[in-house]
Nanobody, 123 residues
């Protein structure tokens, strides 16, 4: 069964840091880019960023540029979202999703989705 599984969520203080992981099983991430999305309470899901197969980060959402970044370890079939200086407005469920190329955050273009990881930013 092909799936993505996020981990590493939890409670983080404003100004701290947190790293989420997105591990793939049943398929190789070598052929996929990974988009990170988030959904805050009462809001629609929005795109955060996309990391290309070469490890470049593209398509930052406006609210996280300069604070969030991503990396990947294809040997571990895992992609990471590094959240630096998170703020309370970053509180959300974070999802990773796989598709063939970074283009936009059209959700229907992604082939695989994780179940989500809760991130709460609070002092």
């Amino acid at each position: 069964q092909s799936q993505l599984v996020e981990s590493g969520g939890g409670l983080v203080q404003p100004g701290g840091s947190l790293r989420l992981s997105c591990a793939a099983s049943g398929f190789s991430l070598d052929f996929y880019v990974i988009g990170w999305f988030r959904q805050a309470p009462g809001k629609e899901r929005e795109g955060v960023l996309c990391i290309t197969r070469g490890g470049n980060v593209a398509d930052y959402g406006d609210s996280v540029q300069g604070r969030f970044t991503a990396s990947r370890n294809d040997n571990k079939n895992t992609v990471y979202l590094q959240m630096n200086n998170p703020q309370p407005q970053d509180t959300a469920i974070y999802y990773c999703a796989a598709r063939s190329r970074c283009s936009d955050f059209t959700e229907g273009a992604y082939d695989y989705w994780g179940q989500g990881a809760q991130v709460t930013v609070s002092s």
